[in-house]
Structures are given as C-alpha cells and as structure tokens.
C-alpha cells in the first residue's frame, strides 16, 4: 500500500517563504509523477505543480511559476514545493499527487496560511 504525507505548512506573513515536502512509502516500485494541488476555501481543488520522473515540470501559471518551485529527490521518494513571496491568496489546503505504481494517490493535505 502507497502512502503520501505532506509536512511543511503553516502559518506565515504575506511574503514569507514556506518548503513543502511530500514522502511517498509503501510498497513502491515506480513513480511516474509527482506534484502539488491546493484548495482554497470555496473554491475547487486546482494544480500548482507536477514533476515527472524524467524532471519536466508544469505550472499552473505564471504566477506561481515565478514564485514556487518544485522539486524531487528520487532517492527518497519526495517532492518538495518551494514557494517564496506568499500571498494571501495562497492560503489553501495543499495535497500531495502522485502517479505510483501505475496509480494515482493523494496525500491528506496541509494547511498553508499567509496572513496579511
């Protein structure tokens, strides 16, 4: 069985800077995609960013590709999310996303808060 678990969130002042990390576990013998999805309240689940094995990346848009930044260690099995310059409209539940084993899972989420 495949598990995600999200760390890294919190709460933290408009601009501040937050690295979230992903760590998939289980029984795992391939992992073609990775990324991050956020919730903002009221509002549907929506991409921020993915990464695939061979390391190509997509952005929701250009907003947050010029302020977030993901990244993987394949020797550990994570994702991270950097994400500088936060705003208040970042303010969302982040779900981890990866295709594993030919599967799609999702992590349970951690709260990201920007004050302002």
């Known amino acids: 069985q495949v598990q995600l678990v999200e760390s890294g969130g919190g709460l933290v002042q408009t601009g501040g800077s937050l690295r979230l990390s992903c760590a998939a576990s289980?029984?795992?013998?391939?992992?073609?995609?990775m990324g991050w999805y956020r919730r903002a309240p009221g509002k549907q689940r929506d991409l921020v960013a993915t990464?695939?094995?061979?390391?190509?990346?997509?952005y929701a848009d250009s907003l947050v590709k010029g302020r977030f930044t993901i990244s993987r260690d394949n020797a550990k099995n994570t994702v991270y999310l950097q994400m500088n310059s936060l705003k208040p409209e970042d303010t969302a539940v982040y779900y981890c996303?990866?295709?594993?084993?030919?599967?799609?899972?999702w992590g349970q989420g951690t709260q990201v808060t920007v004050s302002s």
């Open positions: 990464i695939t094995s061979t390391g190509g990346t997509n």
């Open positions: 289980g029984n795992i013998f391939s992992i073609r995609a």
């Open positions: 996303y990866g295709f594993i084993n030919l599967q799609q899972y």
